[in-house]
Nanobody, 126 residues
Framework: QVQLIESGGGSAQAGGSLRLSCVPSERTFSVSNMAMAWFRQGPGREREFIAA?????????NYANSVKGRFFTSRDSAKNTVFLQMNRLKLDDTAVYCCAARRRTYSRASNHYSYWGRGAQVTVSS
């Protein structure tokens, strides 16, 4: 099973920014023809959909209302990498962030995704 690998997590001040990267564990796994998504789970919270990037139409994106306008996901096909740019971070953004992929159209439901990363911790402080 191909796994995804997140990086770029860490600590940031409220109002600051972080960028997460997601790369597949195998070079033959292309993120360009996969729907890619980001989920997070904070302390005492259930897993939450954050953002998704479609494989169709050139990369249509979809965002949860909680992060819309602050977080942006993108794909660099040449690098076979997906990014999650997180801006204007809030304390409630503290969570483990996971990258996910599926072969079909993107979804907000985590159980629709077949490939997952190990997760990256993001901690926002004041």
């Amino acid at each position: 099973q191909v796994q995804l690998i997140e990086s770029g997590g860490g600590s940031a001040q409220a109002g600051g920014s972080l960028r997460l990267s997601c790369v597949p564990s195998e070079r033959t796994f292309s993120v360009s023809n996969m729907a890619m998504a980001w989920f997070r789970q904070g302390p005492g919270r259930e897993r939450e959909f954050i953002a998704a990037l479609s494989t169709s139409g050139g990369g249509t994106s979809n965002y949860a209302n909680s992060v819309k306008g602050r977080f942006f996901t993108s794909r660099d096909s040449a690098k076979n990498t997906v990014f999650l740019q997180m801006n204007r971070l809030k304390l409630d953004d503290t969570a483990v962030y996971c990258c996910a992929a599926r072969r079909r159209t993107y979804s907000r439901a985590s159980n629709h995704y077949s490939y997952w990363g190990r997760g990256a911790q993001v901690t926002v402080s004041s």
